[in-house]
Structure formats: structure tokens, C-alpha cells
């Protein structure tokens, strides 16, 4: 390849799509290597058999676990990586996960960065994202510097009663951020239907704010951005000294070809930024590349998350059921030793999904919730890879009993309001491999002051090398309890910022 980038950028999500809104804008020359292709628009992406049961848009990727077991995980290689699918919930961590947090499982680390450093990229994310909200609701929120573009989105009939409820009962239910191109006010304009389909499942309106719609699609018609999709990366070569990246080599069409630029940006999701890294072995860097310190792939994090369905006396009818948050049990306190986590609702979707499990005579009653609670950095909870290359995933699930004192207390909560104890049925025993639960993969190449204990330094670039970045969210040293995507896209305009500085 003769034409040379000023940054090449890999995978297309929240990190790398929105990295790429930022410097196409700007007028860098950036190509955008995407493994996938263009998710298609079809009825499909609304059709729960299509999507739960088929799998239609999961990779057919095959990692094997610790003891070398294959699995699918559920993972998915389009333009706009896994916000296709996400739920769409863009919340900020709190300040307090910025600071170490004693678990029960162990400590949450502190972060080299404080809240007050991520505030400003936190609001650029949410404007650039559209996100709806209302700040000054949730206790455990930190300060914001300026509003959310858009309102909270409303409640409908059932979620607004079990927000009055609650309140009544002393808790401090608040309105979930969430990024859906939604104008409540005219709705002639609005591109969302508030179908509530937009967790688990592609939009098919494109009214959801995800990665290929607010940070790729709207730099494609620049001369300066170049995207190749099906382009996998498969590694990176460096010079002889082995401190720049000076190739990026990829399949693509049955070819290899081999790219360059002045910066390289790793985007392609915690897993596989560990992965391309450890395939690209050498001399310089005999243990995978920015390896020295044995940490790339280590400190693998997901959330230990579950659904609850609680079944209400009324009948509950909500089309759009995403808009409540709770954090009273985020942190210690009131007699919690330790932080229990978030309790959100979950989308129409993924609730059809639920309910079908359910008797008919309580499913029409059933209000589903989705329990967060934090998972720790462990060093044996890594990503390795075998000499074909294949992804190896070793992990054990931590602060377990967090997540059941959490459900008790979403139980509690329950009884206090009316809803029976007895009426809360605990979805945990329906069959799934918590392997294969990807959705919230981070922290396997985790930013820090110390090259022996971090992988890449406060600007995200590798200590090791001089032109490589990453910018997904394998940067994370810890994930809180709060779903990630905000900050995966408010690191990458802070790490986009940072690139203009420096190729200017
Ligand atoms: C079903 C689901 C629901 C979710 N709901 C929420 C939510 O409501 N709120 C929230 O905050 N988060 C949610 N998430 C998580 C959120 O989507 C991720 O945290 C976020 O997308 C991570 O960003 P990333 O840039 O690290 O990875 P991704 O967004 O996955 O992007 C990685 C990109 O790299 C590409 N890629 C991979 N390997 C290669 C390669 N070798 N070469 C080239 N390209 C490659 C991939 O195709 C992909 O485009 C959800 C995720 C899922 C799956």
C-alpha cells in the first residue's frame, strides 16, 4: 500500500468509531480498519427468534476457556462494533470509582486519573451521543459541567409509579442516561419510535445513538477518512529498534496487505486488542508486543450481572422500559460493608425475551430489572492466545456475594413498596455460559503511571512504543458498576485530543 495515514485506527466502536469522528472532523488522514462489515437493515434486526434464539449477528468466533474448552462468545464484528447491539445506557462512573474501593472479593484499584481529569470528556461524550438525562437526581452522581443535550426520556404509566413509589419508600430513584435520537417534544422529527427495542437488538430506524451512526457514518463522505471493512487485523510489525509500530498487517479479501501510518490506535474490543498484541510476538518484543511487563491480556473484566423479574399486582404495559436507575446500594454504607452495585431496567426486548420463560398469567405483570455489580481486575482472569492464534479466556466471576446481597436489596425494596418478596423471580438459574457473556469485556491492557504494572501510560499510548495507542476498553483499570460504553467513548475523544496535540 503506497498511501500513508496520519493515523490508522482498528475496530469501529465506541472507541475506534468515535476516535474517528474526532480526527476525520479535525482533517487528519485516518483509516479505519473494521474486521466487519456493515450491519444490513433488514426486519431481522427486530425479530427476537432471529436475534435471541438464531444468534443472527453473534461472531461465529470460537475461543476456548481456561482448561482449553471451546465456546461462542457473544461478540460481534460490525461497523460500530458492539453498540450495535447495546442497550444504549450512557452512564458516567461515579467519582467514587475513580478511588479505590474495598469489595468484598478484594480492592478496585484507583484509576492514575481522577473524576475531576474524565468531567469534561464525559461531557463532550454525551453531547456528541445525544444522551438523555437528568443530573442532580442520583446521590452518587459526581458534578457536571454542563447539562445533558436532552431531557430525561419520560416514564411511562408503570415505571413513573414505581418511581413515586420508591420515593415514597425513602430510596432516590433517578432517570437513566440514555443515547436514543429521540425529540419527545416534536415528534414529527424524532428518528426513535420509543419501540424499546434497542437493547440487545441492531436499530433498525438507526435512531439509536451507537458508534456507526454518531461516530462513523458522519466522517465517511470526508476525502481525509478511509474505511476498509472485512479487514482483519492480524498484527503489527515494528522496526529493529521495536519502539514504533511500522506495519499493520491484515486480511482482507483473501489477501494480505499491509498498512501504514504515523499512529497507530487499537480499538477492537479488551479481547482482541489482547489478542493482536500477543499475536505480534518478536524479537524486540518476544512476549507480544508492549508485553515487557506481562500484563497485556491480564485484568480481564466483564460485570457480574443478572436479570430479576419482579411480578407487580397491576399489569405493566411499558413499551420503553429503560428510564429508571437505582444507586442507593452503589456504595458501602448504612450498614453495607461493601459497594452491591447499580440496579437498572432492562429493554422491552430482552424483556419479551425473559418473559417468554414466565407462566402466562404473570408474565403481562412482570417489571424486569438488570443487576450491576462490579468485577474485580484479577491478573489470572487474562486473555492468552495459542500458537494458532486462537483466543484462550481464563475467568472466575468475583463478588458473587455482593450480587446476591444486591438482589436481596432490590427484594427489600420490593416488599417495602407492595410488591410481595415472594413475587420476585430470579432468572440466574436459566442456563448460560458466563464466558460467552462478553458485552462488558475491558481492562486487559489497563492505562497507569508505572510501565511495570500498566500496559499503556495516562495518554493511553503504549509505555513501550512511541506511535501506539489504544483507545477501547482494554484501557479501563477498573469498570465500576455502571455500564462502560461512556467511558470508552469519553477516553477516546480525551485520546483524540491528545493525537491532534501531538500531530500538530
Ligand atoms: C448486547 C449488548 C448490550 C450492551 N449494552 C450496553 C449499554 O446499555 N450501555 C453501555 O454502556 N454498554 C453496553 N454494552 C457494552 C458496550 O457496547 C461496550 O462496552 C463498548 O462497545 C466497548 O467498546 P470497544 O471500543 O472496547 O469495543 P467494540 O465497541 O466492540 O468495538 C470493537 C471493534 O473492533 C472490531 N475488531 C475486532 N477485532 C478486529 C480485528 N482483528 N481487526 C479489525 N477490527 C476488529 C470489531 O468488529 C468492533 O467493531 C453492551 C454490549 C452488548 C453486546
Redesign the pocket.
Known sequence: MSEHYDVII???????GTLANVLGRAGKRTLL????NFLPREKENWDPDQVRANGRYVSRDTWYDGEGRPFQP?V????????K???????RLRPGDFGELRHVDGLSPAWPLGYDDFEPWYTRAEWLYQVHGTHGEDPTEGHWSKDYPWPAVSHERSIQQLSDDLERAGYHPFSAPCGILLDEANRQRSACIRCGTC??FPCLLHAKSD?EVIGVRPVLDLDNVTLVVD????RLTTGPSGRAVTGVVVSHAGETVTYRGDVVVL????V?TA??LLRSASGAHPAGLANASGQVGRNYMTHNSSPVVVIAKEPNHTAFQKTLGLNDFYFAGDGRPWPLGNIQMVGKSSMAARRAELPAEVAGHAVDFWLTTEDLPRPDNRVTVDRDGNVHLAYQVTNQPAADGLRRELTTAMSRIGIAADRVLDQNSLPHNPLAGV????GTCRFGADPATSVLDLNCKAHELDNLYVA???FLPSVGAV????T?MANAIRVGEHLLERLS
Open positions: 482498528i475496530g469501529t466502536g465506541a472507541g475506534g480498519l473494521e474486521r466487519g457473544k460481534y464484528y460490525f461497523v460500530g462494533g458492539a453498540t447491539m447495546y442497550g444504549a445506557a450512557l452512564y437493547d440487545g458508534a479487514a482483519e487485523v492480524q480499538a477492537a474490543g479488551a482482541n489478542r493482536i458485552a462488558h469485556q475491558a477501547d476498553a482494554s455500564n462502560p460504553a461512556l470508552v
